[in-house]
């Protein structure tokens, strides 16, 4: 239908207002970009704070206390995410936290360098009242962390009271090592192991796995949050560290890949990082050129076309598609014809006594390359869109010839 106008151009009522669908554009926009975001470095945001016994766990069964404190004194401690991190040269202490933890990987990647592998020992429920915090509800069974390390290294471990007496280390380890025991001491016995630190008994507290630079720690209670709140403890904390760490390495990494908390390289966050950050920031730019060029009008806005234009030339347009449409252009020779002759009469003075056979007769004596008879024969025998076509444009150049 057409659009009709009523004193000036009409305008179409506008829905919500331009700085709404403004609004709702950045809006959206930021929404999206911070799905993005998130989508790339949810990893990253980790806390860590799920009471588990791991490096970012503030719990007490956690290790949070040690790597600040390693980190206050300049021993340079640093979390392993990523399983990559294994090949590092520093120090890397372990804390899985059950004995059927998968640790065939890491063993193999660290195979002849200095590596720390704490044994589990407490069974713990998330604190009610207190995020992040555990608390403890009794221990392990035995063969729980002494399945850590199996088949290939076989220990057994035992658990007894200590009375808190002085455990008993090597002559060449520090002095601090010989701390108070923790209650109940967690040891072990194995044939594999070589004795570094013991309890008054002759159990490995602290062992050396034979031919390797593999170290066990029996009881997590010498390195936890739960242990070094003593001052003794976390004096041999840190020394029982720098002990292990027998390639000389000045770092420290606490892997947390075993505790579920490991993280695989995003695609999506390499769009956001050097080199490939400089690519997302100019497809960015040119999104926002983009939009602004949608968005921003050129000039005058155009009123749209009429569906039926006005005059008799628009008229005519639509009649012939009419007639086009419906497959009857051949069957209008005849009346082009005749219209032809009617025009011919009112040019040429033919008498209006005279059939429409004698006025063809007397145009034919008008003379010139064709006759008007045959012309109009012609025209009122074609059935084609072609021949129709020939037969009109042929009258209309004698029209044209007698005319000038």
């Known amino acids: 239908m057409s659009a009709v106008t009523i004193g000036g151009a009409s305008r179409a009522d506008k829905v919500f207002a331009p700085l709404t669908v403004a609004l709702l554009l950045i809006i959206g926009l930021i929404g999206f970009a911070g799905s993005l975001l998130l989508g790339a470095y949810a990893p990253d945001l980790k806390s860590g704070r799920n009471a588990g016994a791991h490096a970012l766990s503030n719990a007490a069964t956690g290790y949070a206390g040690i790597v600040e404190l390693a980190r206050a004194t300049g021993r340079r401690p640093r979390v392993l995410r990523a399983e990559e991190g294994w090949e590092t040269e520093d120090l890397v202490v372990a804390t899985p936290e059950h004995g059927t933890t998968d ?41 729980d962390p002494a399945g850590v390390l199996a088949p290939a290294t ?19 380890a520090p002095a601090s090592l010989a701390a108070s025991a923790p209650r109940p001491l967690q040891a072990m016995t194995s044939a594999a192991l070589i004795p570094l630190i013991t309890d008054e008994a002759g159990r490995v507290v602290l062992g050396q796995v034979r031919g390797s630079n593999t170290y066990i720690l029996a009881d997590p209670d010498l390195l936890n949050n739960h242990g070094i709140r003593r001052l003794d403890r976390a004096r041999a904390g840190l020394d029982l560290l720098d002990f292990v760490n027998a390639t000389g390495a000045r770092g420290i990494a606490f892997d947390v890949t075993l505790n579920g908390l490991g993280q695989s390289r995003s695609p999506l966050k390499l769009a956001f990082e050097p080199p490939f950050l400089a690519m997302t920031l100019a497809i960015l730019a040119a999104l926002v050129l983009v939009g602004w060029q949608a968005l921003v009008r050129f000039g005058e806005a155009r009123p749209p076309p009429r569906a039926i234009a006005f005059g008799k030339t628009a008229l005519i347009d639509n009649s012939a598609m009419i007639v086009r449409k419906a497959g009857r252009e051949g069957m209008l020779g005849g009346r082009y014809a005749a219209l032809i002759r009617e025009r011919a009469r009112t040019i040429f003075g033919v008498p209006v006594r005279l059939t429409d056979e004698d006025a063809d007769r007397y145009l034919d004596n008008l003379g010139g390359a064709t006759r008007f008879s045959t012309l109009i024969a012609d025209a009122a025998c074609a059935t084609h869109r072609t021949d129709m076509l020939a037969a009109a ?3 209309h150049r004698w029209q044209q010839e007698k005319t000038q």
């Not at 002849?112 to 995020?131: H, M, Y």
């Not at 992040?132 to 063969?143: H, I, K």
């Open 393 to 395: 444009q042929a009258l």
């Open 103 to 143: 640790m065939t990987k890491f063993i193999m990647a660290r195979r002849g360098r200095a590596t720390l592998i704490v044994l589990p020992k407490w069974v713990t429920v998330a604190d009610d009242e207190t995020s992040g915090w555990v608390d403890v509800s009794g221990v392990l069974p035995s063969f």
């Open 154 to 172: 076989v220990v057994t471990v035992t658990r007894r009271p200590s009375g808190g007496r002085a455990l008993h280390a090597v002559s060449w």
